[in-house]
């Protein structure tokens, strides 16, 4: 069964808003020849990674699932990252090309640059891959990501769920105007709040970059404006979400308002224990790994990738081939489904004070 998802114009939603959702810091651009080998020039498939700052997934999770599938399979690759530096990933698509990648996979900076290099890879006769965000107006074979309307949806039900019944005042922060998903989960979120009445949207921003220090600033702004009367806030995901939480806890309000997040990363798990935090959305980053080095050792095998329907490109009037997979909805109550999942470890999240609460919820 083929299905069609009509993708949202990247900003096209009140200026637009993760994994969801900083990883390792000194990943730098480095590169990583995944089969073991010391010369990257025999890699046949190369994949370009954001950054290590709107998420921590892409150091902690992606980079070593890529690499242990693309060893597993006997397939050289070179994974770097362009440290949020869209002339960088520029740079590093242009060196992969010129040392003979046949598979280009990337997670674009922004649709304008990143089908840039799908043109550029294109002409040379190489296959591309969107990673987690679609190009939009780009040239990619293949995507894969989540339903990441889902995504927005799952975070408004999060969000009605703990708000509740009443007349309430809400805010989004979105993700980067520059990131086709961050529309998407804006959409979602409000396809799901908006005909509840009784929440009213008294403000709405972007966060450029999805950068944490800037969301902090822009809530702070929102709270001082609404004079502290907010009630609700749809943030993007947990990096943004916990911002917003440093805000609300300077002001004495932090547990008391209810906050969004996705990605499910630690802090934002330790959030939701605290009960700061009302909710993440966990997206199985192992299974999209799995979508994406699937593809690509189909590709160089010569065989034809297994996908899951198409999705609609407006702005280049095309469908793309893709596999999209389900995000999950974690409230306190599921915290140990990611746990027992191997996401994120009972080590890592059962520190200090959440000992007790890990205890309590049965997460060893």
Not at 257 to 269: E, R
Request: glycine content about 10%; charged content about 20%; hydrophobic content about 40%.
């Amino acid at each position: 069964m083929r299905v069609r998802t009509s993708v949202l114009l990247a900003g096209g939603i009140a200026g637009a808003l993760l994994v969801s959702a900083c990883g390792s810091s000194d990943a730098g651009t480095s590169s990583s020849d995944s089969s073991g080998g010391d010369s990257k020039a025999s890699a046949e498939i190369g994949v370009i990674l954001p950054d290590t700052k709107s998420s921590a997934r892409w150091e902690s999770f992606d980079r070593p699932l890529l690499q242990k599938a693309f060893e597993a399979a006997g397939v050289k690759a070179d994974i770097q990252n362009a440290q949020g530096d869209a002339s960088n990933m520029q740079t590093i698509a242009d060196q992969m090309l010129t040392e003979g990648v046949k598979v280009l996979a990337i997670v674009n900076l922004d649709s304008d640059s990143g089908s840039a290099i799908e043109a550029k890879a294109k002409k040379q006769g190489v296959q591309t891959i969107d990673y987690d965000r679609l190009t939009l107006g780009g040239s990619a074979d293949y995507y894969v990501s989540f339903d990441n309307t889902k995504v927005g949806e799952e975070q408004g039900q999060g969000l009605a769920g703990c708000l509740g019944a009443g007349d309430k005042n809400i805010v989004y922060l979105n993700g980067s105007p520059t990131d086709n998903n961050a529309g998407l989960f804006s959409a979602g979120a409000h396809s799901v709040l908006d005909p509840m009445t009784n929440y009213k949207k008294v403000a709405e921003q972007s966060v450029p970059d999805w950068d944490n220090q800037q969301a902090a600033t822009i809530f702070e702004q929102m709270l001082t404006q609404q004079g502290g009367k907010i009630d609700g806030v749809l943030a993007a995901n947990d990096g943004l979400g916990n911002a917003a939480i440093s805000i609300l806890a300077k002001n004495g309000l932090a547990g008391k308002v209810p906050v969004t997040g996705q990605d499910a990363t630690t802090q934002g798990l330790q959030n939701v224990l605290a009960g700061t935090q009302c909710m993440t959305v966990y997206k199985p980053v192992d299974q999209e790994a799995k979508a994406l080095s699937d593809i690509a050792i189909a590709l160089i095998k010569g065989d034809k990738p297994t996908t899951t329907g198409t999705v609609k490109d407006d702005t280049g009037k095309r469908d793309v081939a893709s596999v999209l997979l389900d995000p999950q909805l974690i409230t306190r109550d599921k915290v140990k489904t990611v746990v027992d999942a191997g996401f994120v470890s009972a080590a890592d999240i059962c520190t200090g004070d959440f000992a007790a609460k890990c205890t309590e919820l049965g997460i060893s």
